[in-house]
């Protein structure tokens, strides 16, 4: 079955601090991966995707992702946290059932980051 | 980006009324999506069209119904409103497969 995890409700880090969401992953084939983020009373803005290529994904706001195939993860990084990425994340891959025709997303079930200044 | 609208972004609303969300795409995108969303919580998806005229249930059963008329526009129904209808609404667009899925701002709805 295919699945997202984000095994971390919630993570907390010192403004400045490097930072880390967990995300691991369980699909058919090559994986599409996303990450998104979600401000309070907001939808959600794309941040980054891996598609192919370079394991090492930059996106949006100094946020960068890795792609791991041995260990089916693709974690969100970023080298100095601010207060203002304080936000919910979540983490997805398309969906390949129908062979990712339907280009669905399957979501993770998102977590709150927490940057304490 | 694709610019995705949603009105009204917050509707309170009394049980047994009918409301209808809308959502507007100006990309043209083909695939257009409505994810059902409790605060703070993941998202699930409620209906799915990859063209005018074609929609789909999602993964989570609702009582909801969509229409796709024109590319641009997917609203989304509420016959009869019930306070488990109590929610974010987010839509959203993506053009081939394999590409960006976009949002629009999301709809609060409450139901008193």
């Known amino acids: 079955a295919q699945s997202v995890a984000q095994p971390e409700d919630q993570v907390n880090v010192a403004e400045g601090n490097p930072l880390t969401v967990k995300c691991t992953y369980s699909v058919s084939g090559n994986p599409y991966l996303f990450w998104y983020v979600q401000y309070p009373n907001r939808g959600l803005q794309f941040l980054l995707k891996y598609i192919t290529g370079d394991n090492l994904v930059k996106g949006s706001y100094g946020f960068e992702a890795e792609f791991n195939k041995s260990q089916t993860s693709f974690h969100l990084k970023k080298p100095s946290a601010l207060v203002s990425d304080s936000a919910l994340y979540f983490c997805a891959v398309r969906d390949m059932r129908y062979g990712g025709a339907t280009n669905k997303l399957i979501f993770g079930t998102g977590t709150l980051l927490a940057v304490q200044p | 980006e694709a610019d995705i609208y949603q009105t009204p972004r917050y509707l309170v609303i009394g049980t047994g009324k009918k409301i209808t969300l809308e959502c507007s795409q100006t990309?043209?995108?083909?695939?257009m999506y409505w994810y059902q969303q409790d605060p703070g919580m993941e998202l699930h998806l409620i209906h799915y069209?990859?063209?005018?005229?074609?929609?789909e249930k999602g993964d989570l059963s609702s009582e909801s119904t969509v229409s796709r008329i024109r590319t641009e526009h997917f609203p989304l129904t509420l016959e009869s409103a019930r306070p488990s209808h109590t929610s974010q609404y987010l839509c959203?667009?993506?053009?081939?497969?394999?590409?960006?899925?976009?949002f629009g701002e999301g709809s609060w709805l409450t139901v008193v």
């Open positions: 990309m043209g995108h083909d695939k």
């Open positions: 959203a667009s993506s053009p081939e497969p394999g590409n960006t899925i976009y």
């Open positions: 069209s990859y063209g005018v005229n074609s929609t």
